[in-house]
């Protein structure tokens, strides 16, 4: 079983609709990380998560530390959203490793 | 703005050969870490450079080595490419040794035939 579960891998949408991506994790984690990747690759880092929850204009994300779940919550969605989702974690804090999941494929229809 | 840099955007190495690539990190970060990224798959941690140390290592074998230089510029190293070498590569810099606030660069992708 990977350590950084993301769910759904594929997800497609309809524009304006609101989307949910989770990402579940197995072991203790200094900080959870959301970034989005467009293809060509280049990863943007859209929120670094220790606790609570975080909005950024249509992106908001959560975390329960209890549960070790975080979910990518992106409202009234664009075709520009299209990207892949990954969700990554940091374990300890000796040295900055990230694990990261696979990633979730959004694909978001005019 | 990340202001990352990676060097070059794109590849192709016979197998057999030798790569390195370049990372400039963004100012003030004296942090870096390299990730490998196979296609269809999440990214994964290949080493962490702090203050011209190695600081961390992923499950990547000794023929991929790293240099970070006194402006906390990286290279990346690989040596006896194999296909399955084949990956974008991405570096990312922070201000600090833990996981906190990594800034990624655009990746450089490798392709080995």
């Known amino acids: 079983k990977n350590e950084v579960e993301q769910s759904p891998q594929n997800l497609t949408a309809q524009e304006g609709e609101f989307i949910t991506i989770n990402c579940s994790y197995s072991?203790?984690?200094?900080?959870l990380h959301w970034l989005q990747q467009h293809p060509g690759g280049g990863i943007v880092s859209l929120f670094m998560l220790s606790s609570g929850k975080k909005k950024h204009g249509r992106l908001i994300a959560t975390i329960n530390i209890q549960e070790k779940h975080s979910s990518l919550h992106i409202t009234a969605s664009h075709p520009r959203d299209s990207a892949v989702y990954i969700c990554?974690?940091?374990?300890?804090?000796?040295?900055?490793?990230?694990?990261f999941g696979q990633g979730t494929i959004l694909t978001v229809h005019p | 703005e990340t202001g990352v840099t990676q060097s070059p955007t794109h590849l192709i190495k016979t197998r057999g050969q030798q790569v390195t690539l370049r990372c400039s990190s963004q100012?003030?970060?004296?942090?870096v870490s390299w990730y490998q990224q196979a296609l269809g798959q999440g990214p994964q941690f290949i080493f962490q450079?702090?203050?011209?140390?190695?600081?961390g290592r992923g499950n990547f074998p000794p023929r991929f080595s790293g240099l970070q230089f006194p402006n906390y510029s990286s290279e990346l190293n690989v040596n006896a490419l194999e296909l399955d070498d084949s990956a974008l590569y991405l570096c990312?810099?922070?201000?600090?040794?833990?996981?906190?606030?990594?800034?990624f660069g655009p990746g450089t992708r490798l392709t080995v035939t």
């Open positions: 100012s003030g970060h004296n942090t």
């Open positions: 990554a974690v940091g374990i300890g804090t000796s040295y900055g490793k990230l694990t």
């Open positions: 072991v203790g984690i200094s900080a």
């Open positions: 990312a810099s922070s201000s600090k040794r833990t996981s906190d606030e990594q800034y």
């Open positions: 450079y702090y203050r011209e140390e190695e600081n």
